[in-house]
């Protein structure tokens, strides 16, 4: 089997699970997110853009898989999972009331059970069967947060990964600064990067990323058609490596073929603004402060109209289409007390369409005892690439 964790972390998180459940007074979950199938069994899968789900009791029933034939091996392969479930592809086919017969067997009718609502696992027509197959069946509660908050805090194993990932992220920049200058396609640039991470024994990360030459250096999502970098232009790169799932971000803006003095003033509020959000980042201190010190340095510096309205966000284990494991997001008046054990990507991005100018940075930090530890080894700097 292709276990990345011990059968003891895997059976721990169950245990938590089960115990969150008791204590909302729920029998049962209904797992949609593929995050959480991974995080509670190991169960790998583009699968979840279909009807699966596991069915996780609060006693300790062994956990239920309801997939189609494809994932079969999957499951097997990759997790803890023993009972697997199959329904097959076939016109007018409900895998929803496969999903009832299963939650009669386990005698759950009746019960208060918990479902995942706020994921790309379940869409809007699934969601649909659900409801429509288990009404008057048993009482559907949204839980969608259940395991999501569990999954926030990492265990040793978990940031062992993280930093690993974080290690090919510097390799990434290291081939980036390398690659980029005047009349270099965007691609190549992209390629040595994705070079160096699946070289370094990395995977695909679960976004496309940033990639974004001359005016697509403010953007902060990707777009499609490469470009070729000019004479005097500026590259930025928001990007992610990942190791068994588990992600780690850095974000530059490079100038290429010569600096601007505007651009270099933006680098330096925006290395400023980095460090006191990292500075921010203290166990039993709201997130929310982390925003607060990011809109302070960068509105003294004159830059609140090119700067955006949250900082970064949780990362961990996730799927495709993001690498954000959010909740929580980094916005000013967050509550959510920084607690040991978080990975959190801190983002200072300017986008400044005044003088179409960007300047980003961002890195990946553990929350510990005494405050963040910066994952990324490379120095924050000006870099000019010719």
């Known amino acids: 089997m292709a276990l990345h964790f011990e059968r003891a972390e895997y059976a721990g998180r169950q245990a938590k699970a089960r115990a969150a459940l008791r204590e909302q007074g729920l029998d049962a979950l209904l797992v949609f997110s593929q995050e959480s199938h991974y995080w509670l069994t190991g169960f790998d899968s583009s699968g979840y853009v279909f009807f699966q789900v596991g069915v996780l009791t609060a006693d300790d029933r062994p956990y239920v898989l309801l997939t189609r034939r494809p994932d079969l091996e999957q499951a097997r392969l990759t997790s803890v999972i023993e009972d697997v479930r199959l329904w097959f592809d076939k016109e007018g086919v409900d895998p929803a009331r496969d999903l009832r017969a299963i939650l009669a067997e386990l005698g759950l009718r009746g019960a208060r059970v918990g479902i995942e609502l706020n994921t790309y696992g379940l869409t809007p027509v699934n969601w649909d069967r659900v409801r429509k197959a288990l009404?008057?069946?048993?009482?559907?509660?949204?839980?969608?947060?259940?395991?999501?908050?569990?999954?926030?805090?990492?265990?040793?194993?978990?940031?062992?990964?993280?930093?690993?990932?974080?290690?090919?992220?510097?390799?990434?920049?290291?081939?980036?600064?390398?690659?980029?200058?005047?009349?270099?396609?965007?691609?190549?640039?992209?390629?040595?990067?994705?070079?160096?991470?699946?070289?370094?024994?990395?995977?695909?990360?679960?976004?496309?990323?940033?990639?974004?030459?001359?005016?697509?250096?403010?953007?902060?999502?990707?777009?499609?058609?490469?470009?070729?970098?000019?004479?005097?232009?500026?590259?930025?790169?928001?990007?992610s490596a990942s190791v068994m799932r588990y992600h780690a971000c850095l974000m530059r803006t490079v100038a290429i073929g010569a600096g601007d003095p505007r651009q270099e003033r933006m680098f330096h509020a925006t290395r400023d603004a980095l460090q006191a959000m990292t500075e921010a980042v203290r166990p039993g201190r709201p997130l929310g402060e982390v925003d607060d010190a990011h809109r302070r340095v960068f509105d003294a510096a004159g830059y609140e109209h090119a700067r955006f309205a949250a900082?970064?966000?949780?990362?961990?284990?996730?799927?495709?289409?993001?690498?954000?494991?959010?909740?929580?997001?980094?916005?000013?008046?967050?509550?959510?007390?920084?607690?040991?054990?978080?990975?959190?990507?801190?983002?200072?991005?300017?986008?400044?369409?005044?003088?179409?100018?960007?300047?980003?940075?961002?890195?990946?930090?553990?929350?510990?005892?005494?405050?963040?530890?910066?994952?990324?080894?490379r120095p924050l700097a000006y870099h000019v690439c010719r």
């Not at 929580?328 to 003088?355: C, K, Q």
Request: glycine share 12%.
């Open 135 to 239: 009404a008057r069946f048993c009482r559907l509660e949204d839980a969608s947060n259940l395991i999501r908050y569990l999954r926030v805090i990492k265990s040793p194993a978990e940031h062992g990964y993280v930093r690993r990932a974080a290690a090919l992220c510097d390799d990434a920049l290291d081939a980036l600064l390398a690659t980029a200058k005047p009349g270099v396609v965007e691609g190549q640039v992209g390629a040595a990067m994705a070079a160096a991470i699946l070289k370094g024994g990395g995977d695909w990360a679960s976004d496309l990323g940033v990639l974004g030459v001359g005016e697509r250096a403010l953007l902060a999502r990707a777009s499609a058609g490469a470009q070729t970098l000019g004479q005097r232009d500026q590259l930025t790169a928001e990007y």
């Open 311 to 377: 900082c970064g966000y949780s990362l961990g284990a996730t799927f495709k289409p993001s690498w954000m494991d959010v909740p929580p997001m980094l916005y000013s008046g967050n509550p959510w007390p920084a607690e040991p054990g978080m990975v959190l990507f801190l983002h200072a991005i300017l986008a400044d369409r005044t003088t179409g100018l960007a300047m980003s940075a961002g890195h990946t930090v553990i929350v510990g005892p005494g405050g963040a530890e910066v994952l990324s080894k």
